[in-house]
């Protein structure tokens, strides 16, 4: 009897350990999930290898796709290595990889594969973090970036898939594309199917075009409770656009001619 007591009290003091153990995401610290996925040192030096045979200067970073038309971007650092998972097209996010200076996985995140507005980048999904023995430490809801936003991210690019590219053209709009774009008709007569043909585009967003899926440069505006976007049409200049993140209605669509060269 005096046996079984002292095994119903182990029992209880094991379960209790276990519950303080655990963190704020609700991992035990030592018995939580892990990792063991390494930076592919021999893929980079094997592409980087590649790149001196072939007489390439940049060396800076390694580059080359998969079977399944995914692309993988590498750098390696003493410190810390990257790699970035882009799929391929409709997919409008890539895996953000970073490495301990061993080689351990150290941190992965999801974001938008476009142009970066500012120097934050927007991220999606759950952003893990990992230490050195590979133990996950952390996870970061993403969304709750953008907790002010009733319109994720994803439900903005859906919008801008179906958006289309241009409103009813200004007489300074016909002017220019007739400019850009050598139209013989007169200004007046310069239409919107016109400058979509000429664009090569109807919608401000197309998922299945490789180059215009990451034309997109999103931020996050939370004073003003929009996204605002701005559409790299280079060299024919840029479309920016501001999406109330309540509901999803369009508050302004602007067009800018070029100006880089």
Known sequence: MKLVKIFSMFLVVAQLSSCKGQN???????????TTERFDLEKYNECIGKKKKEGEIDLSQCEYKLADGTTIISVKDSEESFSRVIPAAPALFETVKVY??????KEEYSRYLGVFLTSSEVRNGVTKFYDKQGNLTKTVDETTTYKEAKLKIEDLLKELANEPLLNE???EEKATFKTIFGFKEDVSKVTKEQV?????KRKFLNPSDEKDRKSLGIIFVE???KWSVVKDLYPFGTLEIDVNSDDGSIIRKKY?????S
């Open 169 to 171: 053209l200004t007489n």
């Open 223 to 225: 004073k003003e409770k």
């Open 100 to 105: 301990h200076g061993e080689g351990l996985l």
């Open 196 to 200: 979509y043909e000429a664009f090569g």
């Open 256 to 260: 800018n001619e070029e100006t880089r």
């Open 24 to 34: 704020e995401d609700g991992i035990q610290p030592k018995n939580k999930a892990m």
